[in-house]
T-cell receptor
Framework: GQQVMQIPQYQHVQEGEDFTTYCNSS?????IQWYKQRPGGHPVFLIQ?????EVKKQKRLTFQFGEAKKNSSLHITATQTTDVGTYFC????????FGTGTSLTVIP | ETGVTQTPRHLVMGMTNKKSLKCEQH?????MYWYKQSAKKPLELMFV???????ENNSVPSRFSPECPNSSHLFLHLHTLQPEDSALYLC?????????????FGNGTRLTVT
């Protein structure tokens, strides 16, 4: 069956450092969505990418969708303590497939 | 502030109990979902309702029984659960049932089965 793998599982960074999480699918995706879940909270939708090679930015966050529409990445520039949480990708083929998430810890 | 409200926030139940989880969405969405979130596992889709009709049921044990009386309300009835069913149960809604429609999640119910 379709799988969406996400790496790394955990990442600790010093405040101000950059952070990247990667999402890889075994099959071609229709689109990809990214969600953020704060500790003790619920997943919150961040963005959706649809086109091959698409790049979108939200302030310090940059999202990319691979040319083959099988992978995606989320890059955070100059992390802040408010970035703490777990970042999930969700690829859509014939249903949503959530990745395992990357848990980000930012050390002040 | 979430447009999807779940109650209760926490639930502890014995294996012989019967309880229900409730979800209400105030967003005017047509699709509602139940997800299970366990530690170190991806979010697992359990059920999907679109316009009050169940459209997906992902091999969920019969001890979990969903109910969708209208497009704003969703229930998950629980009976004779097992300790491995302990998890965070998340309700979500989306504008339509389809793969371009973002999910709006509730705060979840933290379930512990003793």
């Amino acid at each position: 069956g379709q799988q969406v793998m996400q790496i790394p599982q955990y990442q600790h960074v010093q405040e101000g450092e950059d952070f990247t999480t990667y999402c890889n699918s075994s099959t071609t995706l229709s689109n990809i969505q990214w969600y953020k879940q704060r500790p003790g909270g619920h997943p919150v939708f961040l963005i959706q990418l649809v086109k091959s090679g698409e790049v979108k930015k939200q302030k310090r966050l940059t999202f990319q969708f691979g040319e083959a529409k099988k992978n995606s990445s989320l890059h955070i520039t100059a992390t802040q303590t408010t970035d703490v949480g777990t970042y999930f990708c969700a690829g859509t083929g014939n249903q949503f497939y959530f990745g395992t998430g990357t848990s980000l810890t930012v050390i002040p | 502030e979430t447009g999807v409200t779940q109650t209760p926030r926490h639930l502890v139940m014995g294996m012989t109990n019967k309880k229900s989880l409730k979800c209400e969405q105030h967003l005017g969405h047509n699709a509602m979902y139940w997800y299970k979130q366990s530690a170190k596992k991806p979010l697992e889709l359990m059920f999907v309702y679109s316009l009050e009709e169940r459209v997906e049921n992902n091999s969920v044990p019969s001890r979990f029984s969903p109910e969708c009386p209208n497009s704003s309300h969703l229930f998950l009835h629980l009976h004779t659960l097992q300790p491995e069913d302990s998890a965070l149960y998340l309700c979500a809604s989306s504008q339509v049932w389809g793969h371009n429609s973002p999910l709006h999640f509730g705060n979840g119910t933290r379930l512990t089965v003793t």
